[in-house]
């Protein structure tokens, strides 16, 4: 491990609350891994026996109206409810960082692309993307499945409509990294702007850019759990850590704790993500790390 490898490390773990965020993101991250593996009870099947059961050995979180166990379909909604933030955290950092670069480095392209990035910025998202889910659940429900068309339809749009600020901090640092001396020497000597770049302009954007995705998968948990929560998510047989809080709207007098157990998972998870964010960026900065 290099000196810059250590001093970071050592930055990080003096973020007491971005070392615990990143202990309950690895436990979250094993149990939605490996936990159906261990707990082999199909979040599918249905009990009528054990109907609206409480917690006991056979059902530790409970059963559902229907008798389907809330820990296996927790952990299968916890798979889905991460992947769907990966992907659209993903297309998000992809366009924001292509779009941040050719802002800064290109000063044609400039005025269009931030103009381009305030009217995202200045459009209403929730609305935004309840009318591309309804205008487009039917087509890709066709084409690719119920499960898998909406997978691909909510990640597309969370990702197509979060790029925006990871744009704007890429730009501003490509902006401040095209002045350095090393960058303007390479391109006295002839280096094209591609070679520049990849070589000198897009390794000094990492650092911002891996905070951004830690904030931001964040954003997309709570989006993706706003959508199931408004019936606009996945179908219902299918679950994830929204839809679950959204069937159990109707049962929380009767039964809290189906409320409870999504809900917890989301602001833990989502509460975890932000405090690794904030060591992150203390960790990458220079300055903090003296």
């Known amino acids: 491990m290099t000196s810059a490898r250590r001093g970071t490390w050592a930055q990080f773990r003096t973020h007491r609350g971005a070392v615990i965020g990143a202990g309950i993101l690895l436990i979250a991250a094993f149990a939605v891994l490996f936990g159906p593996h261990l707990w082999s009870i199909d979040p599918h099947l249905i009990d009528i026996r054990a109907r609206n059961q409480g917690i006991s050995f056979a059902h530790p979180l409970g059963a559902d109206r229907l008798g389907r166990d809330t820990l296996a379909r927790m952990l299968a909604g916890g798979r889905v409810s991460l992947a769907v933030a990966g992907a659209a955290m993903g297309l998000a950092l992809s366009l924001g960082a292509v779009i941040g670069v050719a802002s800064g480095y290109f000063r044609r392209l400039d005025g269009p692309l931030m103009r381009l990035t305030d009217l995202f910025l200045a459009l209403p998202l929730l609305p935004l993307l309840l009318v591309i889910i309804a205008l487009f659940r039917d087509a890709l429900r066709a084409a690719f499945g119920p499960e898998t068309g909406i997978f691909i339809l909510i990640a597309s749009v969370i990702g197509a409509t979060s790029w925006m600020k990871t744009a704007r ?17 390479s391109g006295a000597l002839g280096a094209p702007a591609g070679r520049l770049i990849f070589r000198h302009i897009l390794p000094g954007v990492i650092s911002p850019i891996m905070i951004s995705a830690a904030l931001g998968v964040g954003d997309a948990i709570i989006t993706e759990s706003a959508l199931s929560f408004l019936g606009l998510g996945f179908p219902p047989d299918f679950p994830t850590w929204g839809r679950l809080l959204y069937d159990s709207t109707d049962y929380l007098q009767q039964y809290p704790g189906r409320v409870l157990w999504p809900g917890l998972a989301i602001s833990l998870t989502v509460l975890s993500i932000n405090y690794v964010g904030d060591g992150l960026r203390d960790a990458l900065d220079p300055r903090t790390r003296g």
Not at 169 to 185: Q, T
């Open 169 to 185: 901090i890429v730009r501003g640092e490509v902006l401040a990294l095209k002045e350095r001396e090393f960058v303007l020497a």
